[in-house]
């Protein structure tokens, strides 16, 4: 079993910055890859940020030179750090990882419980 404990979720102003974490704990041999997917009601979940082991990160062009994603491979802890945000930033975040349990190269892929953010003044 897996768990995926998120943090970091408040109110912010505009131009602002805030960090998310998520610690990944449990069944985890190895993680492949760990990301943050954004959603705000009605609209579909959308990919924000990814990581995988040993690659370079990639962002959504709406994210692009604001966010940074990075993570603590020996506590697999996964950061988003958000700086300058706008008022379209308002979502819930939630962080995913991509993982296996043994060596039999089956992936899993879990989710966390997400984390409201919203930016307002």
């Known amino acids: 079993q897996v768990q995926l404990v998120e943090s970091g979720g408040v109110l912010v102003q505009p131009g602002g910055s805030l960090t998310l974490s998520c610690a990944a704990s449990?069944?985890?041999?190895?993680?492949?890859?760990m990301n943050w997917y954004r959603q705000v009601p009605g609209q579909v979940r959308e990919l924000v940020a990814e990581i995988t082991d040993g690659g370079s990160p990639t962002y959504a062009d709406s994210v692009k030179g604001r966010f940074t994603i990075s993570t603590d491979k020996c506590k697999n802890i996964a950061y988003l750090q958000m700086n300058s945000l706008k008022r379209e930033d308002t979502a819930v975040y939630y962080c995913n990882i991509l993982y296996g349990e043994s060596r039999d190269g089956i992936e899993y892929d879990y989710w966390g419980q997400g984390a409201q953010v919203t930016v307002s003044s």
């Open positions: 449990g069944s985890i041999f190895s993680i492949v890859a």
